[in-house]
């Protein structure tokens, strides 16, 4: 009698919707098999031997455990300037992004702000049209003088302004009640920006963090331009790009010993700290995702 | 009676700007004061480079500046259609970049519909957690890995052609294979990340919805067809809007690395273009010229669609 009731307390589903099941199950089995696999892979080469890599036994676990892959990329000098360099890009220019983007988000979010809609403009007009890459580099190497120095790829995108508008989307959705609290209690626009609505856009902030960082980690190409003569000033993946684009000559001695577990561990390593940062803030990123409306 | 003494201190503000400006200033200041910085890098770095456009129209030299050069017209774009290529360059930009979008663009519409049908809770967790990690993988690592996998030597790919029995063929060096690498790697990396925002607007969807439509015999089939997709249309018409716009810029990262010697009839588009000839052999005024077509006709392009958009839907969905 029980067992009867209670099956029929239960949604039966249709065959229909076990069809669709069984078929969305399968699709997100094939999904964690083909971005999975090639990761396993690289990640298990880089800990396999030079002669399993070049006599393709390399399957899915490390062939002939060896951790000589990584060895050469940690006596590799160019390999520890490169870190510390893209360590200070990535620290300073997440820095600078942050504070520009919340200085620029916070008054334009101001809906009684005079001049924030002609200033809004300003900003939202340069992801409409662009100067182009030579004009900026003109400007920049010529005029502002930053060839060869820190400051060309620090400032190379500073404020990204889609991800601005986000942050005045997020500062739009605060109650203003608590700004006219804040106001009444003597408080200023700054202390009111720090004390009131920071806090309350942790979320937001530590998903725009993210994505400035991952940017700043993973940037070559302005490095490449403005960077090219200074060798000691190269972020880690343009010493990458030049060991792992160039052709497999770069060191004769490397390619017998073991130039494939070189590029493997190298991948891995370069990799494994933007992974490690994003699962920190993970739990912050889902509620700052609300990337709604980018309707200006 | 509070309506006219508002009216009465607009005409008052009105008779004297300059305390008019005065006022709105003193209550303002604070905001302009931060927002100085923000406006200061976008004039120094978006707005001065655009002012710097000119020498596309001008024979430029870095002893004359940007202002003292001489003026030649269109003499730059002159030399760009005279180029027998031009037309290979535009076409190779739109091929590849049409490509990409009808790849890209739909994957990460049934990856969410997918994730949001299934109800195993635990490979949902996996599936979209594992899917994020290529997203974080870099543009000069992504290629990387292509090229070593791919290798028909030592790669993954070698392995299963001699497992097939096939004798395996360069990839990287095989032009018609370009731009399925390039727009399938593309996939592959930001799949998983561009179906977020699918994601939440369907996790935003109300459940009354779904009830109702159970009730009245719709299957999960139904429903998704008749509440999640409509539910999402209009992200998805914002999404394609943003996408259509920049469908003559091709991001010149990942196609700059995966460039060679036998690919190159394939592979240069417009903005490798502007920074192989312009950039690297220091023709400033002649890459400046092509790059302002470039983004002239993209700054078109999102204009057109956006207005046809807002056609379609009676200013609803678009984006300005």
């Known amino acids: ?296 | 009676m509070a309506n006219q003494s508002v009216v009465a201190s607009d005409t008052l503000l009105k008779r004297n700007p300059v305390q008019r400006f005065l006022i709105t200033f003193k209550k303002n200041w604070q905001l302009h004061l931060m927002i100085v910085l923000p406006l200061v890098y976008m004039l120094l770095f978006h707005y001065w480079p655009m002012y710097g456009l000119q020498i596309a129209f001008r024979d430029y030299s870095s002893a004359d500046g940007i202002t003292g050069s001489p003026w030649v017209g269109l003499a730059f774009f002159e030399k760009f259609f005279a180029n027998n290529n031009w037309s290979r360059y535009v076409w190779n930009t739109f091929r590849i970049s049409m490509y990409s979008l009808a790849a890209s663009f739909p994957v990460p519409v049934i990856l969410a519909l997918t994730l949001h049908v299934n109800e195993n809770k635990a490979l949902k967790k996996i599936a979209q957690n594992v899917s994020y990690i290529p997203h974080f993988i870099s543009t000069v690592v992504m290629v990387s890995i292509l090229k070593q996998v791919l290798s028909p030597m030592t790669g993954f790919y070698g392995v299963l052609c001699k497992w097939l029995e096939v004798s395996p063929i360069d990839l990287f060096g095989t032009a018609e294979a370009f731009d399925h690498l390039y727009v399938w790697s593309g996939v592959w990396q930001n799949m998983g990340w561009n179906a977020i925002i699918y994601i939440s607007a369907l996790s935003a969807v109300s459940p009354d919805l779904h009830e109702a439509a159970r009730i009245d015999g719709a299957s999960r089939w139904k429903r998704v067809l008749y509440v999640d997709i409509p539910a999402i249309l209009p992200t998805i018409c914002i999404m394609l809007i943003m996408r259509m716009g920049h469908v003559l810029s091709v991001g010149y990262e990942k196609i700059y690395l995966m460039q060679n010697d036998l690919n190159l009839q394939v592979s240069e588009v417009i903005s490798t273009f502007v920074f192989r000839e312009g950039l690297s052999k220091s023709n400033f005024s002649f890459g400046a010229a092509v790059g302002l077509m470039n983004s002239v006709i993209n700054t078109c392009m999102v204009f057109l669609v956006n207005w046809i958009t807002n056609k379609l839907s009676d200013g609803e969905a678009g984006l300005f």
Do not use: H
């Not at chain 1, 590799?76 to 600078?96: E, K, M, Q």
């Not at chain 1, 130039?259 to 912050?284: D, G, H, N, W």
């Open chain 1, 1 to 296: 009698m029980l067992l009867a009731k209670k099956k029929t307390n239960k949604i039966i589903e249709s065959k229909g919707d076990r069809v669709l099941t069984l078929i969305t199950t399968l699709i997100l089995l094939l999904l964690i098999f083909i971005v999975g696999y090639p990761v396993v892979y690289v990640v298990s080469s880089s800990f396999s031997s030079a002669v399993a890599i070049r006599s393709a036994r390399v399957i899915l676990f490390p062939v002939e455990f060896t951790l000589q892959g990584y060895r050469f990329v940690f006596d590799y000098d160019s390999f520890w300037i490169g870190l510390r360099n893209s360590a200070f890009y990535t620290v300073c220019g997440v820095s600078i992004t942050m504070f520009l983007e919340i200085m620029a988000a916070y008054p334009l979010s101001k809906r009684n702000y005079q001049g924030g809609k002609g200033i809004m403009m300003i900003f939202f007009f340069t992801t409409l049209f662009a100067a182009g890459m030579i004009p900026t580099f003109i400007v920049k190497a010529v005029y502002l003088g930053m060839y060869g120095t820190v400051w060309a790829v620090l400032f190379a995108s500073a404020i990204g302004v889609t991800d601005m508008i986000i942050l005045r989307t997020a500062f739009r959705s605060i109650p203003g009640e608590l700004f006219d609290a804040a106001a009444i209690d003597g408080a200023n626009e700054f202390q009111t920006l720090v004390q009131i609505a920071l806090p309350l856009v942790k979320a937001t902030v530590s998903t725009l963090i993210l994505y400035s960082a991952v940017g700043c980690w993973n940037e070559y190409f302005n490095a490449m331009i403005y960077l090219s003569n200074n060798e000691t000033l190269q972020p880690l993946q343009l010493v990458l790009r030049n060991l792992l684009m160039a052709a497999d000559v770069v060191d004769p001695s490397l390619v017998d010993t073991g130039m494939e577990q070189m590029r493997y561990a190298l991948i891995v390593v370069s990799t494994v700290p933007v992974l490690v940062f994003y699962f920190v803030v993970q739990k912050y990123f889902k509620k700052g995702v609300m990337i709604g409306s980018v309707k200006g």
